[in-house]
């Protein structure tokens, strides 16, 4: 068993759309949560870092983490072409620890 | 400011040849890292940098990858010799001390893309 699951997609969805993403994971130690996305030939880049248990949101973009159900997810509201891309969950047990990727959800966002 | 470069972004070699690739992370980031991503799956680290000293190489193939950064700044990965599954993008990342920045917060290059025939 991964560390890390996450669908890898792909996800298609027309713009304006609700998108849910998730990840769950196995390791109980991971305190600090991670979205990355990456835009294809591109590196990923850090779109939101929420830290144990709660909520967090930035613009059009929210970050849920339930660590009882060691499942974490980020939603899309009124999603736009330009959020088409690879986004990855990443995870890690401390500030000094290495990140944990997930595979990685391919976002497909039509007009 | 200027973000993580790398290169080459794209080497062709055959299976059994060497290949290397360097990375200059971004001014006043201690800490450098090259991360292995295949084709459909997330980034795997290969190795970690703390300035000069290696934090991380657990999931480094030491047999034929090596790395080294060069008086804390520039690093490069190599792969001698190279195998059919060393074909991926190598990423190369770096991020502040975690006092002065936000956790988990990577700031990653385009990558190097390898193919080995």
């Known amino acids: 068993q991964k560390e890390v699951e996450q669908d890898p997609g792909p996800l298609s969805v027309p713009e304006g759309a609700i998108v849910s993403l998730n990840c769950t994971y196995s390791?109980?130690?991971?305190?600090?949560f991670m979205w990355y996305r990456q835009y294809s030939r591109k590196g990923p880049e850090l779109l939101m870092y929420?830290?144990?248990?709660g909520n967090k949101e930035d613009g059009r973009f929210t970050a849920q983490v339930d660590k009882s159900s060691k499942y974490i997810s980020l939603f899309i509201r009124d999603s736009q072409p330009s959020d088409s891309a690879t986004y990855l969950c990443?995870?890690?047990?401390?500030?000094?620890?290495?990140?944990?990727f997930g595979t990685g959800t391919r976002l497909q966002v039509t007009l | 400011e200027a973000g993580v470069a790398q290169s080459p972004r794209y080497k062709i070699i055959e299976k059994r040849q060497s290949v290397a690739f360097w990375c200059n992370p971004i001014?006043?980031?201690?800490?450098l890292y090259w991360y292995q991503q295949i084709l459909g799956q997330g980034p795997k680290l290969l190795i970690q940098?703390?300035?000069?000293?290696?934090?991380?190489d657990s999931q480094l193939p030491k047999d034929r990858f090596s790395a080294e950064r060069l008086k804390g700044v520039d690093s490069t990965l190599k792969i001698q010799p190279a195998k059919l599954e060393d074909s991926a993008v190598y990423l190369c990342?770096?991020?502040?001390?975690?006092?002065?920045?936000?956790?988990?917060?990577?700031?990653f290059g385009e990558g190097s893309r390898l193919t080995v025939l």
């Open positions: 990443a995870m890690s047990t401390g500030t000094a620890s290495k990140l944990t």
């Open positions: 990342a770096s991020s502040l001390d975690q006092a002065r920045g936000v956790v988990g917060e990577l700031f």
């Open positions: 940098f703390q300035n000069n000293g290696v934090v991380d």
């Open positions: 001014s006043g980031h201690a800490t």
């Open positions: 390791n109980s130690a991971f305190q600090y």
């Open positions: 929420t830290y144990s248990s």
